[in-house]
């Protein structure tokens, strides 16, 4: 596994990634669920605009 | 000026990217794929039509290979061959320096310029010319001043990444040492005394045209981590905003960018500068190499069909330093950016000049929430054998996302400039008030124009607008807040305009002794004992320790005042006090000046 701008480790017994600096454990599927948490913030994320003298507005 | 769309496309030939090298192992395999990936990322370009800017490495000048793969890039597709100080280790640097930094800035400057003679050396012994453009993530105004003195050649710089301070410290697990925060986010040229400063003339340029290491969007960036978001495909995978694959936001970003040139003349610009390591053959955790290497085809295709329907220019950087100084020079920048990623129709105007940086929040009616004194030409000298080894932030007076802003959690004031307005004992804050504005030049002066806002203080209903001049060549911000209406004829509103500053880098309080604050001809030295003074005229506060007077004033009859902080609360505070009735008119300004 690459180490680079990961910030969980894996435990092989336990089946489970963990956090070094907090207590957050869970499996995979637990990981890339929690991922989209990084997401939710982006409420525009998939729209995309048009920007003229009116502003900008999104394209249809 | 015709609306002109002006890209910069840079690629480094890395050989040995610092945070790959780890992981592959070093050694060949490593050195060969990095290559392979230099040649995508140019083929990509080229199929597109778009010439770039081949930034060697020094690693890179020793692979005979990859000398000649630029210089038949040049030969067949008008690249230019320049010369970046990212990419320092290699064996020959390992050797002689005996040291794992890699960061041009870092090194004392007795080293500094030991590399770069080497670096630029066996440059002219590869091409046997010098080059026109050199960069890293940041490049200090002392190295500036000795290539300019060595090699005058250079004309253009990659010289800072914006807002990759703090912020993006923290989010690289207090591990990325780039902690430069406060510099322009467009082009300029930088004075001598400092890189994040623009050069008010003659006087004080220093030769060169820096351009900032990507484009990245202005209210993500300094409300955020401050890089996922910018023109560089795989910071924005890495910041997860794509579904699929399927990401309109950089798409959208480079627009927005197009579109500031409504602000600016009809001039923008574009900058996108991937290093190597994004598009490793491994992949990244948060995507695979296909989606990494999709995204920048895509990046390519846009912007070769921008330059197939005559919307945007490719430059290479030395070409493009000649154009900046034929038709910006020491101009000032503006830019009403909108929120195209939060879905929350929020705007940040933010203005750079060779006196100030600032940014006013539409969110908070228009509060400036940032603010660089430039006009202090702070020379501060970094590196090893300084007091600054890492940090080459230029220091702010308002910083409201570090140090409190409007709101704070228990006690105390935070960094925020804005007015309060009250009627019969009741008070609010302009920041309260969320509005938008539009954006016009006038008369040489920019004048941006806040839509009204109500405010309801017991019985009384005001609405009041708020407006911004911000002159070319001025020191100044000129802030007008206009009485529309009031609900009861005859009623006054209490204005007052008030700034809450500090000084800093970080979020972290610095020592306040050595500040005065003067009202009127009362001054106070800073002890943190909460006092206030009230005077009549103008209020001020020398900051000695980032050679800044700011004051502000307003008609000579005003009221005005000045508030020291305490220990938990270290902040001063400014103040001018005005009763406006309908149809009355305050008008204020706030001014930097240098102070020894």
Redesign the interface.
């Known amino acids: 596994m690459r180490d680079i701008d990961i910030d969980m480790f894996y435990d092989e017994d336990k089946k489970e990634y963990y956090c070094i600096r907090c207590c957050y454990h869970g499996s995979e599927e637990d990981v890339l669920q929690k991922n989209q948490m990084a997401r939710f913030r982006y409420k525009s994320m998939l729209k995309r605009f048009d920007f003229d003298d009116d502003g900008q507005k999104e394209r249809k | 000026m015709k609306d002109t769309f002006i890209l910069n496309l840079v690629h480094r030939p890395e050989l040995n990217p610092e945070?790959?090298e780890?992981?592959a192992g070093g050694g060949k395999g490593l050195e060969d794929e990095s290559i392979d990936i230099f040649k995508l990322q140019q083929r990509l370009a080229h199929e597109n039509g778009l010439k770039t800017t081949i930034q060697m490495t020094y690693s890179s000048l020793f692979s005979q290979y990859v000398v000649d793969l630029a210089k038949s890039d040049h030969q067949k597709y008008g690249d230019e061959i320049g010369l970046s100080l990212l990419g320092l280790p290699c064996r020959q640097f390992n050797e002689k320096y005996r040291t794992k930094d890699f960061c041009i800035w870092m090194f004392s400057l007795e080293d500094r310029k030991r590399i770069i003679d080497d670096v630029f050396g066996k440059f002219f012994e590869c091409f046997g010319f010098w080059p026109e453009s050199t960069g890293s993530y940041y490049l200090d105004a002392q190295s500036i001043a000795y290539i300019e003195e060595r090699y005058p050649s250079v004309k253009c710089a990659v010289a800072t990444c914006w807002e990759e301070g703090p912020k993006a410290y923290h989010t690289?697990?207090n591990s990325w040492y780039t902690l430069m925060d406060g510099g322009p986010w467009n082009p300029w040229i930088p004075s001598t005394c400092n890189t994040h400063v623009p050069a008010k003339g003659p006087e004080d340029d220093s030769h060169i045209v820096a351009i900032p290491h990507l484009s990245r969007d202005l209210i993500a960036c300094f409300d955020g981590n401050g890089s996922n978001f910018g023109t560089h495909p795989q910071n924005v995978l890495?910041?997860?905003?794509?579904?699929g694959d399927?990401y309109?936001?950089l798409?959208?970003l480079i627009?927005?960018y197009?579109?500031m040139g409504?602000y600016n003349g009809g001039y923008s610009y574009n900058m996108m500068f991937v290093g190597p390591g994004w598009l490793n053959k491994?992949g990244?955790?948060?995507a695979p190499y296909s989606l990494l290497e999709k995204s920048y085809s895509d990046a390519m295709a846009y912007y070769g069909n921008l330059k197939k329907e005559g919307k945007l220019c490719d430059m290479g950087m030395s070409e493009f330093a000649s154009w900046f100084r034929e038709n910006r020079l020491y101009s000032s920048e503006a830019f009403l950016w909108?929120?195209?990623?939060?879905?929350?129709e929020k705007s940040h105007f933010w203005y750079s000049s060779p006196s100030m940086r600032c940014c006013l929040d539409m969110n908070q009616g228009g509060a400036m929430i940032d603010l660089r004194p430039y006009e202090s030409k702070l020379v501060r000298e970094c590196g090893i054998g300084t007091s600054h080894v890492q940090e080459v932030s230029y220091p702010f007076l308002i910083q409201a996302n570090y140090r409190a802003g409007y709101f704070t959690h228990y006690a105390g004031e935070g960094t925020v400039k804005s007015c309060t307005v009250s009627y019969g004992g009741v008070k609010a804050d302009m920041c309260l008030c969320r509005t938008k504005a539009v954006l016009r030049s006038e008369d040489g002066q920019r004048v941006l124009e806040l839509d009204p806002v109500q405010f309801k203080l017991g019985e009384l209903v005001a609405d009041i607008q708020s407006v911004f001049y911000f002159r070319e060549g001025s020191n100044e911000v000129k802030t007008v807040r206009k009485v529309l209406r009031t609900s009861i004829p005859d009623a006054k509103v209490c204005i007052t305009e008030y700034m809450t500053a500090c000084y800093g880098t970080t979020e972290y309080p610095e020592p306040m002794d050595g500040i005065k604050l003067i009202a009127g001809d009362k001054t106070l030295d800073y002890q943190y004992k909460c006092r206030t003074v009230r005077a009549v005229g103008c209020c001020t506060a020398v900051v000695p320790q980032v050679e800044c007077k700011v004051s502000m004033h307003a008609s000579e009859g005003d009221e005005c005042f000045v508030k020291e902080g305490y220990a938990f609360s270290p902040m001063f505070t400014l103040g001018l006090v005005r009763n406006a009735g309908q149809g009355e008119v305050f008008e204020s300004w706030l001014k930097l000046e240098k102070a020894n």
């Open positions: 945070y790959a780890k992981t690289c697990n890495r910041g997860m905003v794509y579904e399927q309109p936001y798409f959208n627009d927005q197009r579109h409504k491994k990244r955790w948060e909108k929120d195209i990623l939060y879905g929350s």
